[in-house]
């Protein structure tokens, strides 16, 4: 019996209220700047960087290209307008599609 006493002792609160429990405002700051930093460097900085890529892949296709949109269209570039490319997918068919939706530049060789 004497170590049930001796427990509920210690599991007491310190007199004088919350003395045991005084922590400053940066030590529950700590954990949300380091949640912050996870997130950063493994979601949000490798998505800015495929996104700065694929902008620049865009920004650099001229005519002749060969691509293919999200839709999953393949096809020629056959002339660029500021935001429209039209593209040649078969002979004498040509499509119009937003410069966004292109994914995907193709090598010469394939």
Do not use: C
């Amino acid at each position: 019996m004497d170590f049930l006493v001796s427990t509920a002792y210690a599991m007491a609160q310190a007199p004088g209220g919350a003395a045991g429990q005084q922590s400053s405002w940066y030590s529950t700051l700590v954990p949300l700047v380091v949640i912050f930093a996870i997130f950063y460097f493994l979601m949000i900085r490798p998505q800015q960087k495929q996104q700065k890529k694929h902008r620049e892949m865009i920004n650099a296709v001229k005519k002749g290209d060969k691509v293919v949109t999200r839709g999953g269209m393949h096809g020629i570039v056959y002339g660029i307008a500021e935001n429209i490319v039209t593209l040649e997918v078969a002979d004498n068919v040509k499509v119009k599609f937003s410069r966004e939706a292109i994914a995907a530049v193709q090598t010469q060789n394939q």
